[in-house]
């Protein structure tokens, strides 16, 4: 059940779930944010995982414009954020890992006749790397990520994007679930219903309080607030298809 929230008595019936991946699928927020200590750090400024954790699931350039003073950012912005992806690859994205029952939860989604969706701002390698964590090359109907967003001018919303893949209209039909506040901002941008999870260590209150409807330790937890037709509950096996792009 979940774990606090304004409806905890809801039940939902969406056409479609998008997933954050990062802390919401994927163990990936402490790893993240070490690197950026250590990145930020090689540059002459020191913060600690506590410091930057209130930015965690922001876009990176924007979280810099929100520590560093402009005067210093202006010549270095680049450099920081190519630094950081450089060092996550080599020293940090071995380390994570999936968000435990995160494989048989999608296929038990898809089994209730629901498409899926994943998003993240992360660049392409690094989503395929964390699909095939999660074994789930095939598990997506759609995934948009920041590489996909940065090839439109200007840059698509990545729920959009994926909602656009999915040929989604019916927007309330929609549920995000992701693990940061801007998660939350971003699907009530978008239209859609944010559902919070516990794993990306911000608090039940402020997940509630970014726009979020309900709460959850974790994303597996959802299913108990999903309608499950009785024709759905007697299906068989889903086949899985690989994720639509543009």
């Known amino acids: 059940m979940p774990t606090i929230g304004r409806f905890c008595d809801m ?11 990062e802390g919401t699928l994927v163990d990936a927020v402490l ?14 400024f020191a913060f600690n995982t506590a410091d930057l954790h209130p930015f965690s699931g922001m876009d990176g ?4 414009e929100k520590i560093i003073p402009q005067k210093n950012l202006r010549d270095l912005k680049t450099h920081i954020l190519a630094d950081q992806g450089r060092c996550y690859r080599e020293h940090y994205i071995d380390a ?26 992360c660049q392409r390698d690094e989503l395929m790397h964390y699909c095939k964590l999660m074994k789930g090359e095939r598990l997506f109907d759609a995934l948009a990520c920041g590489t996909d967003a940065s090839r439109h001018k200007p840059p698509l919303d990545l ?6 893949r999915l040929r989604i209209r019916d927007r309330p039909k929609a549920i995000m679930i992701g693990d940061t506040p801007f998660d939350a901002f971003a699907a009530r941008r978008a239209g859609v219903v944010p559902l919070g999870v516990l794993t990306g260590y911000f608090s039940a209150p402020e997940l509630l309080s970014a726009g979020c409807s309900a709460v959850f330790s974790k994303a597996p937890e959802l299913l108990a607030i999903l309608d499950r037709p009785e024709a759905a509950v007697r299906r068989g096996p889903i086949r899985s ?4 792009a543009l």
């Open 11 to 21: 039940r939902l019936s969406p056409k479609v779930v998008i997933f954050d991946i």
């Open 31 to 44: 790893p993240t944010l070490r690197c950026w200590t250590e990145t930020l750090g090689r540059f002459g």
């Open 61 to 64: 350039a924007e979280m810099l």
């Open 96 to 121: 994570v890992q999936p968000i435990p029952g995160t494989n048989e939860f999608i296929l038990e989604i898809k089994r209730l006749g629901i498409r899926v969706a994943a998003v993240s701002s």
């Open 159 to 164: 729920i959009d994007l994926a909602l656009k």
């Open 241 to 244: 298809s690989p994720a639509h």
